[in-house]
């Protein structure tokens, strides 16, 4: 199944990466996904949906599970007529009904694959509205068969919400955060040592905004984009509002969250000397203590909030063994890092993401020490593969991030770590027993060890489970089977 | 084009896919942008449903959709042959491929003779039918390319279930309730659902089954074809309210020449009638005793005879009902709304004992709808 043509050497361009089945399962999501999930962050942001009445229905669907039932979406459904002829004249009138009617401070147009299967031209159509209607139109494209993956939904509605500001006087030592996709950006590490230095962090985009504040994003004197979605935004606000961006590293390179410190640090004209010093000793020596516990160990990297080789070259670094890597896209910066492996001598197969069930026919075959990603924690723990889910790392910045990817790592957080922490006394019981029962599978105790919260009837059979017996007895006496 | 503020009814490829999602031991691979199978996958949740089908993706790219490259299809069909084993291979196509004129005839022409699964082809998007006109049709495609390919089976004491779905509300109760009743009344076993909690080899053998009974109206033309080919009989009717129940069991009854078990105990249903008695005189005494019906396109005419014996007058304008049936969306917002048809938002419903069909569905409608006019009467 896997071909010496899917190895890291010869991969030169996205087209390269191959699926591992071809009949896909479940497949990546698109980039209506992608544009949903990234304008749902702003509660007051309308959205008109414009495309079949599948795509239409699954966007509201999900927007309505983001915004707890209080979502601003309208669907245009596409007919036969509007197939064969075009829906310039409708989709003008729903624009304008819904301008006159619910008088929304902004409409977010997003298109689908037949909107632009069928050449439909939505910029001019929304262009010629300008002046017919108060609200302001943005328009995000999002046609699946032009890409791989949801990301490109998520850069095209991040930048369409520089068009919602305007020039204003810049303040001094305030910033915007671009690309935080999480609550809590006060507990990061940069947010709490720009506020030390007396920055005020004026917004978190997409977050931290509704569409009223959203408009004074311009009076930042700049911009630290802390994701590559955010990107172009800031490249937007750059251009049309002057407004410069440093990117701070989403990758675990110690020298490059330096160089982001001291970019921020030259601007701003602030000193965060002490905190680099303190801190890359601090994590130098936390990697090279991961460095002993892992290195030779394989892994099979899933998905992280990571790019997939930044990542792999993270886990290379601490002497790790990347067996397969699934990437989601090729993008242009992937090559440096590529490049990069190659030299430190590692050869992976690299293969598509979001195809997990051809994978699983051969765990057994590659046997890594390590799954990196979101997989089934049984399916992993019949072949003895530690999983580790790195998604809480992705709300550090700054070097924290390094020393929770360490964490994480070292205390093997799974699947469950996701979880939200209850616990009881008698959990700390049946973890207690777990630990000492001596006939359970290694893989399954981690598994057990690491769920946040033990289910109650599990619990239950857990305390009663007699060690002297066999596994399988003991499930079948509690009519469980294996 | 057409605006909605609410959740669009869905469309005819989307009932196709909830009715094969219903069928346990299905294989559907669909030959089209990934996004659209992953969001359908995730979008079966709603229903609170078991469903265990597998449906693959062969995604597309623009050179797919520019050339009308159909190897990608070829391929996964290949594959999932090999692979898989399934028996029955459903392939389905997309908007898109409905738009750039894909031709799956001839995919399958390609591919037949080099696997051991069967073929079958679903229809193409239309962009003009809802997702009922899909369940109806795939039923069809059942009946025609399994049931009807297999040998004709002697007739046993079972009896087939059409036009209940993953997809209708409060289906479990409902399939519980008319499986006790079979039971019950004639000693009868379920044979198959053809598209809820069932698998291959069941509807391989719905010839075997002595009656067809069809709950919703999706499920009529594939009865009707199994009437044609088995001289199996069927009855279209809905057990809503004990008369309603009553009527049901005696028309099967008559179908099948079978006397009806006699009850031994009827205080429950004596109970039941007494309710109602009771529900009828607070309809009458009500100044306002209109409601309404958004079924999101599922035909409830059974249920609707049923609730206007009970006293109630209909009426298409919303604002002046003081009683509506709806989805699961209004039913969250609105204080006078009982949820019968989906989409819902976080509404589990998958308790399988608050059934609205038959006997023990009459008692709990009755009371569903005498605490929903309660709480309409105090909202006003």
């Known amino acids: 199944m896997l071909n010496e043509k899917y190895r890291l050497t010869n991969i030169r361009e996205d087209k390269d990466i191959k699926s591992l089945s071809k009949a896909q399962f479940p497949g990546p999501h698109c980039p209506l996904f992608g544009a949903v999930m990234t304008a749902s962050y702003i509660e007051d942001l309308t959205l008109l949906i414009i495309g079949t009445e599948e795509c239409t229905y699954y966007g509201k669907d999900f927007a309505m599970i983001r915004q707890n039932g209080k979502d601003r979406v309208y669907s245009a459904v596409l007919e036969q007529h509007d197939i064969t002829f075009g829906c310039e004249e409708d989709l003008k009138d729903i624009i304008i009904k819904i301008d006159r009617e619910e008088k929304p401070k902004a409409l977010m147009v997003i298109t689908t694959c037949v909107v632009e299967l069928i050449g439909e031209d939505t910029t001019s159509i929304l262009r010629s509205l300008k002046d017919e209607v108060d609200t302001k139109l943005l328009i995000v494209k999002t046609e699946h068969f032009k890409c791989n993956s949801h990301i490109e939904g998520v850069e095209k509605a991040l930048e369409q919400l520089a068009s919602l500001m305007t020039p204003m006087e810049k303040k001094e030592k305030t910033v915007n955060i671009l690309g935080f996709k999480y609550l809590g950006v006060e507990n990061t590490e940069l947010y709490k040592e720009l506020k030390k230095n007396g920055v005020n962090i004026s917004m978190t985009i997409p977050t931290k905004v509704n569409m009223e504040t959203i408009q004074k994003a311009a009076e930042s004197s700049l911009n630290i984009v802390v994701e590559h979605t955010a990107l172009s935004l800031a490249k937007e606000m750059e251009k049309s509002l002057g407004i410069p961006y440093v990117i701070f590293p989403k990758a675990l390179d110690l020298d490059k969250i330096v160089e982001a410190y001291e970019q921020i640090g030259d601007i701003l004209d602030i000193k965060f000397d002490s905190l680099i010093n303190e801190k890359y000793k601090s994590v130098t020596s936390d990697l090279i203590a991961a460095e002993q516990l892992l290195k030779n160990k394989s892994f099979i990297y899933g998905n992280t909030p990571f790019s997939c080789f930044e990542f792999s070259d993270f886990l290379v670094g601490l002497g790790m063994v990347p067996i397969v890597i699934q990437c989601r896209e090729l993008v242009k910066s992937d090559r440096e890092v590529m490049d990069r492996l190659i030299d430190k001598g590692v050869n992976p197969y690299i293969v598509r993401m979001a195809n997990i069930a051809p994978l699983r026919r051969i765990y057994g075959e590659l046997s890594p020490d390590y799954y990196f990603g979101h997989e089934s924690p049984m399916i992993l723990a019949e072949h003895n593969i530690v999983q580790i889910v790195t998604d809480n790392c992705a709300k550090k910045i700054g070097f924290e991030k390094i020393t929770e990817v360490l964490g994480t790592i070292l205390e093997e957080k799974g699947i469950f770590s996701l979880l939200d922490e209850k616990k009881s006394t008698m959990e700390d019981e049946v973890r207690d027993k777990i630990k000492n029962l001596k006939n359970m599978p290694a893989p399954m105790k981690k598994v057990l060890l690491n769920m946040k919260e033990i289910p109650d009837g599990m619990k239950e059979a857990l305390l009663t489970l007699d060690d002297n017996d066999s596994m399988v007895e003991m499930m079948k006496n509690h009519r469980a089977s294996m | ?380």
Not at chain 2, 156 to 172: D, E, K, R, V
Not at chain 2, 348 to 363: K, Q, S, T, V, W
Request: with cysteine; aromatic share 10%; glycine share 6%.
């Open chain 2, 1 to 380: 084009m057409k605006l909605y503020k609410n959740n669009p009814i869905a469309s005819d490829r989307m009932g196709i896919l909830w009715t094969l999602n219903g069928i346990n031991d299905a294989v559907i691979i669909e030959f089209g942008p990934a996004g659209t199978t992953h969001f359908s996958i995730e979008g079966l949740m709603q229903f609170g449903a078991d469903t265990s089908a597998k449906t693959f993706t062969t995604h597309m790219d623009e050179h797919d959709v520019t050339f009308g490259n159909e190897d990608r299809i070829i391929d996964a069909i290949l594959e999932i042959d090999e692979i898989e084993k399934p028996e029955y291979i459903f392939v389905i196509g997309s908007s898109i491929t409905s738009i750039i004129g894909i031709d799956l005839e001839s995919v399958r022409f390609q591919v037949e003779d080099r696997v051991d699964s069967k073929i079958i082809l679903l229809p193409d998007c239309d962009f003009q039918n809802d997702f009922t006109h899909g369940v109806d049709e795939t039923l069809q495609i059942l009946v025609n390319e399994i049931t009807k390919k297999s040998p004709k089976m002697e007739k046993l004491p079972f009896y087939n279930i059409l036009g209940l779905g993953i997809y209708n509300y409060n289906q479990s109760s409902d399939f519980k309730e008319i499986k006790r009743l079979m039971k019950e009344n004639f000693s009868l076993e379920l044979g198959t659902t053809f598209m809820l909690d069932t698998n291959i080899k069941d509807i391989e053998q719905a010839s075997k089954a002595l009656i067809n009974i069809v709950l919703h109206k999706e499920g009529l033309e594939a009865a009707k074809l199994l009437e044609e080919a088995y001289d199996q009989p069927y009855i279209y009717l809905t057990p809503y309210g004990i008369e309603g129940t009553k009527k049901w069991l005696n028309s099967i009854s008559e179908l099948l020449n079978m006397e009806i078990t006699p009850t031994e105990d009827n205080s429950e249903i004596n109970r039941v009638v007494y309710k109602e008695n009771m529900l009828k005189r607070r309809v009458a005494r009500l100044d306002n005793n209109k409601l309404c019906f958004n079924n999101n396109n599922i035909s409830y005419k059974y249920l609707e005879e049923y609730l206007y014996k009970l006293g109630f007058k209909k009426t298409v304008d919303e604002r002046e009902a003081i009683i509506r049936f709806s989805d699961g969306i209004e039913a969250l917002h609105n204080q006078n709304v009982i949820q019968i048809s989906p989409p819902s938002f976080r509404q589990d419903n998958e308790y399988p004992y608050l059934p609205i069909m038959g006997y023990r569905g009459a008692y709990y409608l009755v009371q569903q709808i005498n605490n929903t006019l309660t709480k309409a009467e105090l909202s006003q």
